[in-house]
């Protein structure tokens, strides 16, 4: 009789396991979000983002089932474009056109 009791008290857990088991993943299934200057952002939402005292204009997107941010321009709509500098290239050294002596 001791068989009986013990597949009744297995069969009255069963239930309570099978709940568990379909409760994990729903909690899985909130819309994915970015964060940033304190707000939640949805994919495909866009946000002026600054980081190391740079602003850049990007876009909330899946990556490797990951929520991240994009870079879509370097400069923030309305913001006046950033000023890079000219870079300039040295006159080219002459060169000797007869071999040195070493």
Known sequence: MRMVGDFMAN??????GVLLAFAA?????AAPTCLA????????????LTV???SHFARCEMVLNNTSWTKVKDECPGEAPKQHPTSTTPAPSPAPTEPNEN
Do not use: H, M, Q
């Open 11 to 16: 069969r009255s857990i069963w239930p309570i």
């Open 25 to 29: 993943p729903l909690t899985a299934l």
């Open 37 to 48: 200057n304190g707000k939640s952002f949805n994919v495909g939402d866009t946000a002026c």
């Open 52 to 54: 190391a005292e740079e």
